[in-house]
């Protein structure tokens, strides 16, 4: 953990739709857990608001209580809402629970209720919040187009009320999500959503399949925050949340010095997943070196940006080259989600490739343990982390780069350029054809079956990378002291 300490010190509440571990689709949870732990050890006070979603499990709450009921605006009505309070990872949670149908769904996302209204509904009641029970933070920073309102509520509501202290830092952490959203939409919250409807506010007419006449969440976040962040700093990985040498879902815990428990997890997968084994020696239970399988994995939202025509083609590609790939992947669209349901008929009684249509941190935390392998074929990526969790899990990575300026070029080196023989820590391929993607996937499989050492060397030096949070959680401490009143 950071021993960095700073001396000016601030209360930061961050404002989101996931946290990891429970509530987490993607990277976000990861981003906004990570973030907060560092601030939290570095001595700020943090919190995190998070919407009640029914899906939480109460269990992973520690010294859950209610703290306050209030009523809370939405559609011409104040709506009963109440506020818990729980640590998580060490964290103060604060979680946000409307009497109404909001938020009570099986999954965080895609509910049978209006999820943009209940954004909404959510961004104001954390201001709503702040007002009723007097809690100014210096920095209240926001997660994506679901709390892009907040900024508009704080500027053009909250300020004239009794809110005067806090700043807004806005972290985009993708674009592709930008909450399109009606004028009548906005208004729910009780800001005149008709006001909003100029380029210089809510309308953002540049954005390609953007609905001119309609708001965009994002942009209006983006206009009126004292601060956007947008990939100008890279990400970290919450390091105590991901360390395999105490991770409690692995069956064998590892590290760079010690990596027989990595080879162990392997072969617990590839049993439990009923694929072909490496046979394990009794005596020390090393695998025989002689069958050497390389296990590639793919742990990802099954959508376009991840690149779900590399996926399917890497499946194809690593069987015939005699290797075993499991896809761990959760599909939002139902034609995506056929289409690999029909591939993991197709496979999943084979010998060596499993498709895994569910989320599941568990299975994730095995995987990467037990991978050889972990790929990111991404479209675009503006930072990534699935790479840096494979990095330190001891799994070599392929990675496309599509674009230079994406976080897996500023994270992943090629194994195969000279110039830069220190950094290299994967294969990395630039086109998006399945000709660049057999390339990688053929050089990494000649490496691991004709330069073990080589390879051995590459995971030790990799599981040592510091792609923790000690490196860039500073950078967000100056951006907040640069927007931050002082009292
Ligand atoms: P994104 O935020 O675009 O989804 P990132 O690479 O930044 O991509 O973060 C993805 C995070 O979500 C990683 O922690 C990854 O392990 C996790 N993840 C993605 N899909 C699944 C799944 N089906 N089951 C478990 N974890 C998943």
């Known amino acids: 953990e950071s021993t960095v300490k700073d001396s000016d010190l601030m209360h930061i509440i961050h404002v989101t739709a996931e946290m990891a571990p429970i509530a987490k689709v993607g990277g976000l949870g990861d981003v906004v857990t990570g973030l907060a732990r560092a601030s939290l050890s570095r001595g700020h006070t943090v919190d995190i608001m998070l919407p009640f979603y029914k899906c939480i499990s109460k269990q992973q709450i520690n010294e859950l209580e209610l703290i306050n009921t209030y009523d809370s605006y939405h559609d011409g009505n104040w709506i009963p ?3 818990y309070r729980g640590a998580v990872s060490g964290i103060s949670v604060i979680f946000i629970e409307p009497s109404n149908e909001f938020f009570k769904g099986e999954h965080v996302y895609g509910g049978s209720y209006n999820e943009l209204e209940a ?10 919040w702040m007002q009723v029970t007097g809690t100014q933070p210096e920095i209240i920073h926001v997660h994506e187009w679901q709390i892009g309102a907040l900024p508009l509520l704080y500027w053009d509501m909250y300020r004239y009320l009794s809110l005067t202290k806090p700043r807004i830092v806005l972290t985009i952490h993708n674009m592709e999500h930008y ?4 004028q009548e939409q906005l208004s729910k919250c009780g800001l005149d959503g008709s006001m909003y409807a100029t380029t210089e506010k809510a309308v953002d007419d540049r954005t390609i399949g953007h609905n001119p006449e309609r708001l965009c969440l994002l942009k209006g976040g983006i206009v009126y925050s004292n601060a ?26 590892f590290d760079a010095q010690k990596i027989e428990g990595k080879k162990l997890c392997k072969y617990y997968i590839q049993k439990g997943l009923g694929l072909a084994t490496e046979s394990i020696t009794s005596s020390n239970h090393v695998p025989d070196a002689t069958v050497k399988v390389p296990l590639v994995v793919c742990i990802t939202r099954l959508v376009p940006q991840k690149g779900l025509h590399l996926i399917t083609h890497a499946l194809k590609r690593v069987e015939e080259l005699g290797g075993q790939m499991i896809v761990l992947g959760k599909a939002s669209d139902g034609r995506v989600e056929g289409e690999f349901k029909r591939l993991a008929d197709l496979h999943n009684r084979g010998p060596s ?36 969790i494979g990095m330190r899990y001891g799994s070599i ?29 994967g294969f990395v391929f630039e086109g998006i054809d399945e000709g660049s993607l057999n390339w990688a ?22 599981m040592k990378i510091d792609n923790s949070w000690n490196n860039t959680a500073g950078k967000y401490i100056e951006i907040y002291n640069s927007v931050r009143v002082r009292s």
């Open 397 to 425: 990575l392929k990675v496309p780069v599509v674009r230079k300026t994406g976080g897996l070029a500023d994270t992943v080196f090629d194994m195969d350029d000279q110039s830069n023989r220190e950094m290299a820590n």
């Open 353 to 388: 490739i499993r498709i895994l249509l569910m989320y599941s941190e568990e299975l994730s935390h095995m995987l990467y343990a037990a991978a050889d392998m972990v790929l990111v074929p991404s479209m675009y990526e503006p930072c990534g982390l699935s790479q840096m």
């Open 228 to 253: 956007v962040v947008y990939y100008g700093v890279l990400n970290g990985i919450d390091t105590a949340m991901w360390n395999p040498a105490t991770d409690v879902f692995l069956p064998a815990k």
């Open 81 to 83: 809402t109440s506020a």
């Open 441 to 462: 996937l053929d050089r990494a499989f000649a490496y691991y079956k004709d330069k073990p050492d080589e390879w051995n060397g590459i995971v030790k030096k990799i």
């Open 179 to 182: 909450g399109e959203c009606r």
């Open 119 to 128: 954004y909404l509904f959510f961004s104001r009641a954390c201001l709503e």
